[in-house]
């Protein structure tokens, strides 16, 4: 199993590019997320999906969609990017146990991205 | 407001020497999760612990040991005689029944450097 996948793993952009980052995961997981890690700041979420079709802001959402049309896989997008959206993106994913939710979240290696 | 403070942003200790690790969380939720996580300088974030609100044991693994306090909103991990291979960032994370359990709030992480 290759667990969760993230492609790219690099990408430099210019203020007002658009870009997807892909997010897959052969676990079939319920739960998909994507955060974002600055220095100093630990992880933020951006959006998470609770099963394909749904979506669903997280705390840093503006600036970024999300879509998960497939259960497998989770998208993010950056429509017109900013040098502020300069960071490390992680996609994260996890499953559904009767009773709880509040299973571990399997990581990808994530996405670093540069906004110039 | 949920929130996970960890006040120590480096540590440096040598080989063989013992390390805590503090983690405070603020929460008004009755039940929530605590996990820890780790960064190697690889980059990809691994489950450490998960502890539920209601379960107050200490736990020990190997060299890991967690502490949980609810007096004292804490979560602390340590890690006996400490190798090298044990340099990475630390996380501790937050996630709350209130918010469906998909909110996980991490700390911004420990640092930590092991020297031979």
């Known amino acids: 199993n290759a667990g969760v996948t993230q492609t790219p793993k690099f990408r430099v952009l210019k203020t007002g590019q658009s870009m997807t980052l892909l997010c897959a995961q052969d676990?079939?997981?319920?739960?998909m997320y994507w955060y974002r890690q600055d220095p100093g700041m630990g992880l933020r979420l951006i959006h998470y999906?609770?099963?394909?079709?749904?979506?669903a802001k997280g705390e840093v959402p503006d600036g970024y969609n999300v879509s998960r049309l497939k259960k497998q896989n989770f998208l993010l997008g950056l429509e017109s990017a900013a040098p502020s959206q300069t960071s490390v993106y992680f996609c994260?994913?996890?499953?559904?146990?009767?009773?709880?939710?509040?299973?571990?979240?399997?990581f990808g290696p994530g996405t670093r991205l540069t906004v110039l | 407001a949920q929130k996970v403070t960890q006040a120590q942003t480096e540590i440096s200790v040598v080989e063989k020497e013992d390390v805590t690790l503090d983690c405070v969380y603020e929460?008004?939720?009755?039940?929530?999760?605590l996990f820890w996580y780790k960064q190697p300088p690889s980059g990809e974030l691994v489950f450490l612990i998960r502890?539920?609100?209601?379960?107050?044991q200490n736990e020990i693994s190997g060299r890991y040991s967690w502490n949980f306090q609810k007096s004292t909103s804490s979560f602390n991990f340590t890690i006996t005689a400490s190798q090298v291979v044990d340099s990475a960032v630390y996380f501790c994370?937050?996630?709350?029944?209130?918010?469906?359990?998909?909110?996980?709030?991490f700390g911004a992480g420990t640092r930590l450097f092991v020297k031979a």
């Open positions: 994260a994913s996890s499953y559904r146990t009767s009773g709880t939710q509040y299973n571990e979240q399997f």
């Open positions: 676990m079939n997981h319920e739960y």
């Open positions: 999906s609770v099963g394909e079709g749904t979506t």
């Open positions: 929460t008004r939720d009755t039940t929530y999760y």
């Open positions: 502890r539920n609100s209601f379960d107050e």
């Open positions: 994370a937050l996630s709350e029944a209130g918010t469906g359990g998909f909110k996980t709030i």
